[in-house]
């Protein structure tokens, strides 16, 4: 699904002046393609914080398993080339709803942390 939405991103919709131009009234329309892209990533992200955090009832084990899964999910995809969905997953990772977890992530199994510290490491500026 990434990659079918980036495939169609028209090069000129990245234009800062087509992009700022969007949220004006009956500009709505505007970068349409760069604008899936964005609501794809965001429901990703959405989505492995909503299975992390979703269940109430949940305990920082399972929660720890959650986030172990999907740091393996986010290493496959970084096999994979599928960078937009490996972003997402960090992203939602990183998000302070997830990182604020220190039971949760002391609970992680060792391995795991890195994995994801070596991500995030290599995918920040």
Known sequence: MGMELFSMVVPHECLGSVWSQRTKPGNEHLAPTVGATIA???????????TCLGDPNMMSQERARVVEY?????????????????????????????????????????????HFRNYTAKTTP
Not at 40 to 50: C, D, E, K, L
Not at 109 to 114: K, S
């Open 40 to 50: 794809w990533f965001n429901s990703v992200a959405n989505f492995v914080i909503t």
């Open 70 to 114: 999907w740091i393996k999910v986010a290493r496959e995809c970084r096999t994979l080339k599928n960078f937009s969905s490996l972003h997402a997953m960090l992203s939602a990772l990183q998000s302070v709803l997830i990182y604020r977890l220190k039971k949760t992530w002391e609970k992680c199994p060792g391995g795991a942390g890195a």
